[in-house]
């Protein structure tokens, strides 16, 4: 990976070809980030830059971050994500990257929090399908027999089990999509196709590790 930056998702919409094909594309708003703070395999061990994103005042700020940006020599941002490198990081501290780091018809990944459902059962988390729904069945939505495992310990569930519990609101990435269109009027990448995130969330844009 050589490139990455980061943006605030906005929605999705379409746009046509020349063709007159309807592409659906999601828009990512991304404003220009400021490279924070570079590592290299010889100081750090393994080569990455940090970006930083987005407007906060410095009153928020806790000494020690604030401590990061001063000693950077640039102004306080709310957000600071690390990408890392697999070759020696050709940036500089203080340098500003906008959207046009990418180009139509590029190849990349994309990083956001998938949108939270809350607390989940199984059917509805993990796809399971549900019980008879007769009066005389007692297992309508419920998970079931767990299989647990009775040698060597006594019977416990197995780690890993499928079970109800929180779903989504984690990270999630989405690979190999395509860059339909750069607006540099507008900070804006239009990406072909869905991305993980609600509206107004943060997501983190890279060149894909699959490029075939």
Sequence with gaps: MSKAILGKKLGMT????????????????????????????????????????????????????????????????????????????????????????????????????SKGKGFAGTIKRHGFHRGPMAHGSKSHREPGSLGPMTSGGGGKVVKGKKLPGQ????????????VVKIDMDKNLILIKGGIPGAKGSLVMIRDTVKPR
């Design 167 to 178: 779903m989504g609101g984690n990270q999630a990435t989405v690979l190999h999509l395509s």
């Design 14 to 113: 379409q746009v046509f070809t020349e063709e007159g094909i309807v592409i659906p594309v999601t828009v990512v708003e991304a404003s220009p980030n400021v490279v924070v703070r570079v590592k290299t395999v010889d100081t750090d061990g393994y080569n990455s830059i940090q970006l930083g994103y987005g407007e906060i005042k410095e009153k928020h700020l806790i000494k020690p971050v604030k401590g990061q940006f001063d000693k950077a020599g640039v102004a306080p941002v709310k957000y600071l994500r690390e990408f890392r490198l697999t070759d020696m990081p050709d940036y500089t501290v203080g340098q500003t990257l906008a959207a046009d780091i990418f180009a139509g018809g590029d190849l990349v990944d994309v990083i956001g929090t």
